[in-house]
DNA sequence: TATTGTTATACTCTATAACTATA
DNA sequence: TATAGTTATAGAGTATAACAATA
């Protein structure tokens, strides 16, 4: 019974409610949700290129610039040259940027923690599960429509 | 088995994706999608204050002002005001709006349609009912938390 | 006093396009 | 030719705070 705009909404209204309560819980730390994704991304063994970071993280190379730059500037993440590819550099977190991360991770335990109060396990199972079907689906690129007027 | 993190980076990445996918499918209209979400609220029969337009749309009221400015500008949508408070002003659209509107509604239609493409009707039915369950989770105001260092 | 809406302000994210250096 | 990354640029959404008018 659900049509397509039903579930875009809802899609919407609890990305943003998720998005606000990280932002909120992070506030004191002045990082955003979506640095803390990319710290998150980073926090790894692996350092990433930029178009590993684009990747793991959902944004576009040129939204990570800016974030990259705030990141630097606050001494939480360094780049270095890529050992065998000379266009690509490496992105890893600074030991400042691991701390600050175990920090965030801390503070934004009772964000993820809500989530199961009415979703047991097997619902988030399954709300993953259908999330993922849902983004293989939007993941094909768009039918190029042809104007029709 | 799936973490809190997991749904959470599950969220986000469906979400943009569909963000993507509408803004890209409206692009040729000069509209974003979260102009379209706005358009959409208001294409009821009933005019809408801004507190309501908030509600329906999950924007901030001082998100939605500047919005509303770029709307009014193109004459999408005009405001008038409360019959009975003082304070308040009914927003609705215009009949270029509606006829936009309509023609937006048409050129997302295939993002729509995707989506049951890998998710059946039973499917989206259950993906809109665990989201809708997600929110209530989160919409509980944030625990104060006490600085503890 | 609380609420509706406005104004001022600032910052982050977003993304296109043009460019360089290397593959 | 294609790819990795950078720079320049622009705009949209986001939200806090201070304010006026009304309830």
Do not use: C
């Amino acid at each position: 019974m659900a049509t397509g705009h039903e579930l875009a909404m809802a899609l919407r209204v609890a990305y943003l409610a998720l998005h606000r309560r990280t932002d909120a819980a992070l506030a004191a730390d002045g990082v955003t949700a979506d640095q803390f994704v990319v710290l998150w991304a980073l926090s790894g063994a692996v350092p990433l290129t930029l178009g590993e970071l684009s990747e793991k993280t959902a944004a576009d190379r040129n939204t990570l610039r800016p974030m990259l730059a705030i990141l630097e500037r606050r001494g939480l993440i360094e780049r270095q040259p890529h050992p065998t590819d000379g266009r690509a550099r490496l992105t890893s977190l600074t030991g400042e940027g691991r701390r600050v991360y175990r920090k965030l991770w801390k503070h934004s335990e009772g964000v993820r923690q809500e989530m199961f109060a009415r979703l047991p396990e097997p619902d988030v199972d399954a709300l993953v599960a259908l999330l993922r079907r849902f983004v293989s689906a939007m993941d094909r690129p768009p039918a190029k429509a042809a104007p029709s007027g």
